[in-house]
């Protein structure tokens, strides 16, 4: 069952430029968290945002969460080389103990 | 250092075998699940279990099984049943059930069918 939604699928930015990526889902749900994964590599949680919040900060990274439009965004500020990665957005379906539900990613490239 | 370990990092498997993936945690977290991941895909959930002697199937349990006699290991058996078993498998560790909490991550095994 794909719950989480990436947009786009690809994306490839110049370090130094800001890197958005976007996240829509279909049912209501608890919370949304982003996570980072380099080639051949296991995922990093990155950040969680809980349904009652609207926007959430965490060094260059800034989410925002719209649940009226079930959708979310990932802004990656000040890209460096460094960031080039899949970012995934994980969802649960609402229920309080179901397991994560990922994405398919976004795949970003920062070209230096 | 705590944190999550898969072995091995790379197996292969022939056909009509059976092969069991390491997933050890020290984090003292109850819940574990096992995800698997194919090329340019998301994670496909394939089994968890938020305690200790329980487990429940994930969307794509078929061809796998899973214990949890220890709160530390969640190993996965990929069984013969399993038709096409070649693929990236993650392994994580939560601090309780739900998804108030974020996933640690192993670094994966990746299984490859000879």
């Known amino acids: 069952s794909q719950q989480g939604e990436e947009d786009p699928q690809a994306l490839s930015i110049q370090e130094g430029e800001n890197a958005t990526m976007n996240c829509s889902y279909k049912?209501?749900?608890?919370?949304l968290q982003w996570y980072r994964q380099n080639s051949g590599r296991g995922l990093v949680h990155l950040i969680l945002?809980?349904?009652?919040?609207r926007e959430k900060h965490s060094g260059r990274l800034r989410v925002t969460l719209d649940t009226s439009k079930k959708s979310s965004s990932l802004l990656i500020t000040a890209s460096r080389a460094a960031d080039t990665a899949s970012y995934f957005c994980?969802?649960?379906?609402?229920?309080?103990?179901?397991?994560?539900?990922f994405g398919k990613g976004t795949r970003l490239s920062v070209i230096a | 250092d705590g944190g999550i370990t898969q072995s091995p990092k790379y197996l292969f498997r022939k056909e009509g075998q059976n092969v069991t993936l390491s997933c050890e945690q020290n984090?003292?977290?109850?819940?574990m699940y096992w995800y698997r991941q194919d090329p340019g895909q998301g994670l496909r959930l394939i089994y968890y279990?938020?305690?200790?002697?329980?487990?429940q199937k994930g969307d794509i349990a078929e061809g796998y099984s899973v214990s949890r006699e220890k709160k530390e290991s969640f190993p996965l058996t990929v069984t013969s049943a399993q038709k096409n078993p070649t693929a990236f498998y993650l392994c994580?560790?939560?601090?309780?059930?739900?998804?108030?909490?974020?996933?640690?991550f192993g670094s994966g095994t990746r299984l490859t069918v000879v």
């Open positions: 994580a560790s939560s601090i309780g059930p739900g998804v108030n909490y974020g996933y640690t």
């Open positions: 049912t209501s749900i608890n919370n």
């Open positions: 945002i809980r349904s009652n919040e």
């Open positions: 994980a969802t649960d379906g609402g229920g309080g103990n179901t397991p994560l539900v």
């Open positions: 984090l003292n977290h109850d819940a």
């Open positions: 279990s938020q305690i200790v002697n329980d487990f």
